[in-house]
């Protein structure tokens, strides 16, 4: 199968051809505001989706399709715009939709949420052959909080076995294939998600993120992926300790429809700009002149774009933290990707040093993270009992996490939570003389289909590890982190950069990559 080609430009005129099954022909933002216009309905938008992941089922996006939920849920919100549109005098009909997208942000959007999170109707298989599919009775808080923001679910994406590695193939479905090279992996565990944005079948995916999950997926497909801070999202499990390790954030294309999603899922509120048109605003034959209602991310976003951000500093840490104890390579395209990033942040008026600058050599991370981390990665497993019919239809890595986790003395897994809690609980100074840190993403490009499943299970997480060598320390410290591309290979492969900031600083990150990217 031949890569997909780049997505086509948006006609300045006309962003919305509905004969189009490919979301990349506008961002999420354009899609927006053309079905507040009237340009395109929510059945077209839904319709979309589901025609261009049916199209493409040989990616492996999805693990469930719900076009009857999708549809019928479409067919409903274009009668809402329709009923607003009625009730509104002719004169104050864009000043009416205007306020309806405060209310509702992401009205008749398309998106699918990862089968590890319930959405009501629909089976959740949480990517195993060892339970039975459940099909959920209610909405997980982060997809009922999506919903009520308008965005219709088309099905769930596809998922590696409980989330737990980073590549998105299980027993149950054929595997995720990476967009850009389908003999690829996509990444995980929001892989499914990461391909369905990246195939143009979702305007942009909701994740999760326990050791990489949203970043890792974003970085092998060409994507942003922002994983949020501990305890920020207010549906995530808000618990100080470092075995929290997973918290719920956006996939996109772009940095702003990242800061659209995220300022849903953040629970932030929307309200119209009076004084001029948001980004992407179209004037259709439904109502001309429509001032889509922004939020704290999406609003900080557009006015670094427009303005700029003040000036940070930015040190750039290229040890791993499970060095020395695995060997840590990059290749080419990660040492071109930092390079450019560096290049890009400079350009932008930034200052960037290495952290050795200011730091001197001591050791950044804490020693021997990788034991550590690996007994924390685990920690919960040991406590879950599965009768041996089913555990013997567990995939053989989760069978070793189980093993691991059992068998480690209690005391050894006591020392591992607490290091690491001492670590997280001063997070916020590693940063020492810096406002945020720039590393690699993924030390490789990501790995053929299968290449993973064929190691054994104890070679299989060493390789996850040596490919994905600085994402997982971010979820153990709590910090919130976004993957930004900077730079694509002759193959077509795309490679990031991740930056880390302090507590709090989700928006600001979410503005830089929008910067970064325009520089490079």
């Known amino acids: 199968m031949e890569p997909f080609a780049d997505a086509p430009a948006p006609d300045p005129d006309h962003t919305t051809d509905t004969t189009l099954t490919d979301f990349r022909a506008a961002t999420a933002a354009h899609w927006r505001a053309a079905f507040l216009d009237g340009d395109v309905t929510a059945v077209e938008l839904a319709t979309t989706a589901l025609t ?24 409903e919100t274009d009668a809402v715009r329709t009923m607003v549109l009625d009730s ?22 398309p998106t699918g949420f990862k089968d590890l999170v319930d959405v009501a109707g629909m089976p959740t298989t949480r990517g195993t052959a060892a339970l039975p599919p459940a099909v959920a009775a209610k909405d997980h808080g982060t997809a009922r909080r999506v919903h009520a923001a308008g965005a219709i679910s088309v099905g769930k994406t596809q998922v590696p ?26 990444g995980g565990s929001t ?70 999603l995220f300022d849903v899922m953040a629970g932030h509120s929307f309200r119209p700009q009076e004084a001029r048109p948001a980004a992407g605003r179209r004037s259709g034959r439904g109502a001309a002149d429509v001032v889509l209602a922004e939020g704290a991310a999406t609003r900080r976003v557009r006015e670094a774009l427009e303005s700029g951000l003040a000036r940070l500093r930015i040190g750039v840490v290229t040890e791993s933290p499970f060095s020395p104890d695995l060997e ?9 990707a930092l390079e450019k990033g560096i ?51 567990l995939e053989p890595l989760t069978r070793y996490f189980l093993e691991l986790a059992r068998n480690r003395p209690e005391a050894e897994t006591a020392e591992a939570v607490t290091r690491m809690q001492d670590f997280a609980d001063s997070a916020d100074e590693i940063f020492g003389p810096w ?17 993973f499943a064929g190691l054994s299970p104890e070679e299989n997480y060493i390789q996850q590890c040596r490919f994905t060598p600085y994402s997982s320390v971010v979820n153990v410290l709590g910090l919130p982190a976004i993957n930004v591309p900077t730079h694509t290979d002759d193959a077509g492969q795309s490679w990031s950069v991740q930056i880390i900031g302090p507590t709090g600083s989700e928006e600001m990150l979410l503005a830089l990559a929008a910067v970064l990217r325009r520089e490079v």
């Open 191 to 260: 892989g499914g998600g990461a391909a369905a944005v990246a195939a143009g079948m979702l305007p942009f995916a909701p994740g999760t993120d326990g050791g990489g999950s949203v970043r890792i997926p974003a970085a092998a497909c060409g994507l942003i992926g922002l994983k949020p801070g501990r305890g920020r999202m207010p549906d995530d499990d808000h618990s100080p300790s470092a075995t929290n390790l997973p918290v719920s954030g956006p996939i996109a294309d772009t940095a702003e429809d990242a800061a659209l």
């Open 88 to 109: 509104a005098p002719a004169e104050d009909r864009a000043a009416a939709l205007s306020r309806l997208s405060a209310r509702s942000p992401l009205l008749g959007l």
């Open 343 to 393: 290049g890009g942040l400079e350009h932008a008026g930034h200052t960037v040093h290495g952290t050795s600058h200011c730091t001197g050599s001591d050791r950044f991370w804490p020693e021997d993270y990788h034991r550590l981390f690996r007994a924390l990665w685990t920690a919960r497993m040991g406590s879950i009992e599965f009768p041996p019919e089913q555990e013997e239809k």
């Open 435 to 451: 406002d945020v840190l720039l590393t690699p993403m993924l030390a490789w490009a990501p790995p053929k289909v299968g290449w």
């Open 161 to 186: 076995e409980f989330g737990l590695p980073c590549y998105s193939e299980n027993q149950i479905a054929e595997p995720s294939r990476n967009p850009l090279d389908p003999s690829r992996t996509s």
């Open 52 to 75: 261009a992941a049916s199209a493409h089922t040989s990616l492996g996006a999805f693990l469930h399709l719900d076009a009857d939920y999708a549809l019928a849920r479409a067919a």
């Open 328 to 336: 840590i390579t990059l290749e080419d395209g990660a040492v071109a």
